[in-house]
């Protein structure tokens, strides 16, 4: 089957938002496969996010912290994708302008996306971040559609 490149960002269809910030793993963006096609995640896919804090700045705190998993549509069966068990610092997670500085996906074998199937992006913060910060935070995951 045909791979094409797949931007995954915050304004994509199927994708839902919590706008929800405190010292605990949130599902901040949840995004749905669709019917239609499948998502290849493979080692060496780009992740970036860039999260604001409540006074509109970009967040500088060092406890901040980031990880994208796979679920499937019962939410039993989670596969982390990004950032390990206790997640990545969200500093190493930021780089936008430049696509080989930009955190890689490092993945022992490819995972596949089928419809219905959620990619997640958490956010922790130890400090409780101001809910509206979501608002003008976002993320981009470079990977691989099937169709």
């Known amino acids: 089957m045909p791979k094409k490149p797949f931007r995954l960002i915050k304004?994509?269809?199927?994708?839902?938002?919590?706008?929800?910030?405190?010292?605990?793993?949130r599902d901040t963006w949840v995004w749905e496969c669709p019917e239609n096609f499948a998502v290849s995640l493979e080692?060496?896919?780009?992740?970036?996010?860039?999260?604001y804090d409540s006074a509109d700045a970009v967040y500088l705190a060092p406890d901040a912290l980031v990880k994208v998993v796979v679920r499937d549509p019962s939410g039993q069966d989670v596969t982390r994708i990004y950032g390990g068990d206790d997640g990545a610092n969200y500093i190493k997670s930021r780089e936008v302008a430049d696509r080989n500085l930009m955190a890689k996906l490092d993945l022992d074998t490819p995972v596949l996306v089928k419809p219905r199937w959620k990619i997640v992006i958490?956010?922790?913060?130890?400090?409780?971040?101001?809910?509206?910060?979501?608002?003008?935070?976002?993320?981009e995951l470079m990977t691989s559609k099937i169709v």
């Open 43 to 51: 080692k060496g896919d780009t992740f970036f996010a860039v999260l």
């Open 122 to 139: 958490m956010t922790y913060d130890s400090t409780g971040m101001d809910a509206a910060s979501i608002a003008t935070s976002h993320f």
């Open 11 to 25: 304004t994509n269809a199927n994708i839902t938002e919590d706008s929800t910030w405190g010292a605990t793993w």
